[in-house]
């Protein structure tokens, strides 16, 4: 039967554009940026909001949106465990904190009980919503131009915490001789990720002395990750 297969210069292609990873510096930046921030007239509490709810994503990985749609019901703080409702992925999990990041929270829901009065958002903007991802990019826009500077052209973005967390995972357990093999699932499912090739492709991203490390069985990995041609 003849057949006619459409040229792929008609198709239009997604462009997955290469995740921009904060240095240590640009991180700590960053944050101090968030501890020195004022009270806005149109945002009079994102000094209260932005250094937890910034460290949160970074912390625990979170997608941005899981962050700021946190319901104050789904944080455990006797068991420190944050619930993650249906996301992007359709599932939920479980999140674990670490003591200081708890702690962080607890010193955060004691301030702003104050404020907000039975809030059903852990971050809930002055109507008592979760603030909306327009003016989580603003912000977060705001706070790299004064640690990046002049030079912001640079593709960061408020996911990109996300991305630093699961290659700052990846070299603890390099550094520490860990199986990554037998941590990546962990990882997986700790970041809620549909297919382990999600969490696989932060290997790629890590930087170059750890890139050369005998840990990895790269050629294993290469399998997961789909091979990109240069000139694309």
């Known amino acids: 039967i003849d057949c006619y ?10 462009e997955k554009r290469t995740p921009y990873i904060f240095t240590d510096n640009e991180l700590l930046g960053i944050f101090k940026e968030c501890d020195e921030l004022t009270p806005h007239p149109h945002s009079p509490y994102r000094h209260l909001v932005l250094p937890v709810l910034l460290r949160l ?3 625990c990985g979170l997608r941005p949106n899981e962050g700021r749609e946190l319901k104050s019901c789904d944080i455990d703080f006797d068991n420190g465990i944050i619930i993650i409702r249906k996301n992007k992925s359709h599932k939920e999990r479980y999140v674990a904190l670490s003591d200081d990041v708890l ?3 607890k010193n955060y829901r004691a301030t702003v009980s104050g404020v907000f009065n039975d809030h ?7 109507n008592g919503t979760p603030y909306d991802h327009h003016w989580l990019k603003r912000q977060f826009q705001i706070i790299w131009k004064r640690v990046n500077g002049n030079e912001s052209n640079t593709n960061a ?18 550094n520490e001789n860990a199986d990554l093999y037998a941590m990546l699932p962990y990882l997986s499912t700790y970041m809620g990720h549909t297919h382990f090739s999600d969490t696989a492709y932060y290997i790629h991203l890590l930087p170059e002395n750890l890139i050369r490390s005998s840990a990895i069985d790269w050629e294993h990995f290469s399998d997961l990750i789909p091979e990109v041609d240069e000139d694309e």
């Open 103 to 105: 702690m962080m929270c």
């Open 157 to 174: 973005v408020v996911y990109s915490l996300r991305h630093r967390y699961a290659t700052t995972m990846m070299m603890k357990w390099l």
């Open 5 to 14: 297969v459409i040229p792929s210069s008609f198709i239009p292609r997604q």
């Open 120 to 126: 059903t958002y852990f971050f809930p903007s002055p």
């Open 57 to 59: 994503i970074f912390y």
